[in-house]
């Protein structure tokens, strides 16, 4: 199996969202098991200066930036695309995904190869039987609450790229009562099953 690890918060050192997507991990990875590890922190590239929707630009019309764009777009994509086990770690920041995150997501959608578009309008998911496993983190915002917009945002982006089976880690509220919410996080990973 290929797990797709990717982490998402700008915080490197003392991440809780990394530090319990590491321990999911090492949960559920197997003897044998290949892992991808992507940083968002690390390199990302906003989607920007298109000439129409769905990243579509002639490749002699590509600026540099856009061949940076698109370069990294289709590693992205073979990434989701190789992978058994998706983990994605992602801290709620004002309410939201990281603006990483969001970025990685515009990078991924690719026509025909994540999602396609049937004879009838609808869109398809191409990713089919893989798995996503997402660890949420938050200080105040309650996860599926009104104010989250990450988590619903998330598994819609999942779904829309075809991927259906979905579990979720959260260490919701943790300014409110830390060790609480790391306990309840790490409870919900020791109950975790890949099969």
């Not at 992978?83 to 004002?94: F, G, L, Q, T, W």
């Not at 039987?129 to 309650?142: D, E, F, M, Q, W």
């Not at 060790?179 to 020791?190: L, N, P």
Request: one cysteine or more; glycine letters at 6%; hydrophobic letters at 35%.
């Amino acid at each position: 199996m290929k797990i797709y690890q990717i982490d998402s918060s700008a915080r490197k050192e003392g991440s809780t969202s990394r530090a319990l997507a590491k321990k999911l991990l090492d949960k559920i990875k197997k003897p044998g098991d290949e892992i991808v590890y992507r940083d968002l922190d690390d390199e990302m590239v906003f989607v920007s200066g298109l000439t129409e929707s769905g990243m579509k630009i002639e490749k002699k019309d590509q600026t540099e930036h856009h061949k940076k764009m698109f370069d990294l777009s289709d590693t992205l994509v073979k990434e989701l695309k190789d992978s058994d086990i998706i983990i994605i770690s992602a801290p709620i920041y004002n309410y939201g995904p990281p603006a990483t995150l969001k970025a990685w997501s515009d990078l991924a959608a690719r026509v025909g190869e994540t999602f396609r578009f049937k004879p009838n309008g609808r869109r398809e998911g191409l990713l089919k039987n893989k798995r996503a496993y997402l660890v949420i983190t938050s200080g105040g915002t309650k996860l599926n609450s009104n104010e989250d917009f990450l988590t619903p945002w998330l598994k819609f982006i999942l779904n829309f790229f075809g991927i259906e089976k979905i579990d979720i880690i959260c260490a919701d509220q943790m300014a409110l009562d830390y060790k609480k919410s790391i306990r309840d996080a790490e409870k919900q990973i020791e109950n975790i099953s890949r099969d």
